[in-house]
């Protein structure tokens, strides 16, 4: 059964400022391209909500590492997957407030 994806608030911002970032950097057609990625590997954490493995540092949670730069950080619910955070992987990890 595929899950219905939810974003948090954070999440939602997150996506945008690292998309408006690619585009400044790389481009349109870049950011096109992740976003098309993004949305590619959130339909398939919905059909299969843990094909990733649960956070060590953060229960309930778990971590896609989308990218070299960024990991994706979700919640299974019931009914839905909640985004939870689009995180930068070079950031300290003692730092992660949710």
């Given amino acids: 059964m595929r899950l219905e994806i939810r974003y948090s608030p954070r999440a ?3 996506e945008i400022a690292l998309l408006e970032y690619i585009v400044e950097n790389f481009g349109v057609q870049k950011a096109k391209e992740i976003y098309s ?47 939870i955070s689009f995180r930068p992987n070079k950031k300290n990890p003692n730092h992660f407030n949710i």
């Avoid at 590997?41 to 990733?52: K, S």
């Fill in 12 to 14: 939602r911002q997150e």
């Fill in 37 to 83: 990625r993004i949305e590619k590997v959130l339909g398939l954490i919905a059909e299969n909500p843990d094909m990733f493995k649960a956070s060590k540092r953060k229960k309930g949670l778990r971590k896609c590492v989308f990218s070299e730069q960024t990991s994706i950080y979700y919640r299974v619910n019931a009914s839905f997957i909640e985004v």
